[in-house]
């Protein structure tokens, strides 16, 4: 079965505009699904570089590759690129014979500046994560939307995440396997074999340790300490679990950083159903750290880079986005009545005076109430979406 991707139409337009497209996501997020089904139609050519023979001939002799793989074709689609050595001047020789190229990778490591600087004002970049609620719904076949079922539809969406095989599968425990197998394939092929990070087991640890303490504030000098390593291997470790989709670092928004208070990240998984699988544990009912995970990873998919805010005083509001030019604070609730707005965001409100803010809640009544000259909108997940990316 295949679910339609919100951004293919976006993938189309940029591909009509540029001779390489570059397809980023975390493994299983469905870039290959999704470009299969875009090359219909296409004389062209597919190479996925987990074949050996393939990469080796990329790696060692391009022409040889170029006449093998894709002599002949009109389009190009060259599958996980992060595989091979140095791919990006040997992107730009195929670029260069006329050809056009998609390729893909399940880490960001493609987009390093050794690989961009080979194909400046070439490349479109994209980046395609995991289901969103939309594609979710998509994928499970909802028509009528009510409340109640868009309340167990995120409720589900939040414990097995996003990833298509996940979302498809009906067996909870295979949902379960399937998670569980995705985590161990990530860490060893995206982490260990991209990154070259030998430490396996570590990196596991950390993992975890980020999974039970997600959405928290995490020192990096406390997470080093309590892994035995140091901040330098700390550092790399994070880096590349980021760069693999894995985690989210979250930095703060302050204008005045003596008293908007530390450097310090939030980390979140970009997956929740990754997260429960990586801690261990899936809970029973929602609680509220788990669902500000969730809409984080909703304001990702919809390409905004959230921010945190907090004070020396102990106000915080969860997440803060800028759209058209406008900060937005967002405040992430389980449920709340319209006619009450918290102390934190009645705080930033006050010092920043924004257009518009957002508190997002998992069940309870929907509404707005004016707080100065600032419009306080109480959506659900749903509500959320259509504002902030309309």
């Not at 295949?2 to 997020?29: I, N």
């Amino acid at each position: 079965m295949y679910v339609h991707r919100d951004l293919e139409d976006k993938f189309k337009k940029v591909a009509d505009s540029y001779s390489v497209v570059a397809l980023v996501g975390p493994r299983q997020s469905g870039k290959t699904t999704m470009l299969k089904e875009l090359m219909k139609g296409h004389n062209s050519s597919y190479v996925l570089f987990d074949d050996p023979d393939a990469r080796r001939l990329f790696d060692e002799d391009i022409k040889k590759f170029m006449v093998q793989y894709i002599e002949g074709y009109d389009l190009a689609v060259l599958d996980e690129v992060q595989y091979c050595k140095d791919p990006g001047s040997k992107l730009k020789y195929l670029a260069d014979t006329g050809h056009r190229l998609w390729i893909t990778s399940s880490s960001e490591i493609i987009l390093s500046k050794d690989v961009l600087s080979f194909l400046v004002g070439r490349v479109g970049i994209l980046r395609l994560n995991t289901f969103n609620i939309h594609e979710f719904l998509r994928a499970k076949g909802y028509k009528v939307l009510d409340e109640e079922i868009l309340k167990r539809a995120v409720w589900e969406h939040t414990l097995y995440g996003g990833f298509p095989r996940v979302v498809l599968e009906e067996s909870i425990e295979m949902k379960k396997e399937h998670l569980r197998n995705l985590h161990e394939t990530m860490i060893l092929k995206d982490v260990s074999r991209s990154f070259s990070i030998e430490n396996i087991g570590m990196v596991e640890r950390l993992s975890k340790y980020i999974a039970v303490n997600s959405g928290t504030l995490l020192s990096y000098s406390n997470m080093a300490n309590a892994l035995g390593i140091s901040y330098q291997t700390l550092r790399k470790y994070l880096d590349a679990l980021r760069k693999s989709g894995i985690i989210v670092e979250v930095p703060p928004f302050f204008t005045n950083r003596s008293r908007e208070i530390t450097k310090q990240p939030k980390i979140y998984f970009l997956d929740t159903g990754l997260r429960n699988s990586v801690a261990g544990f899936y809970p029973r009912e929602m609680d509220g750290l788990l669902f500000e995970n969730y809409v984080l990873s909703e304001l990702i998919k919809m390409g905004l880079e959230p921010r945190y805010w907090r004070t020396k005083s102990k106000a915080e509001v969860d997440f803060i986005v800028e759209r058209d030019g406008k900060i937005v604070p967002i405040e992430v609730k389980l449920q709340a009545k319209p006619e009450k707005v918290e102390k934190s965001m009645r705080a930033f409100i006050e010092k920043y005076e924004p257009e518009y803010a957002l508190v997002v809640l998992y069940s309870g009544e929907k509404g707005e109430k004016r707080v100065n000259s600032t419009n306080v909108l109480f959506e659900d997940i749903e509500g959320l979406w259509k504002i902030m990316s309309h």
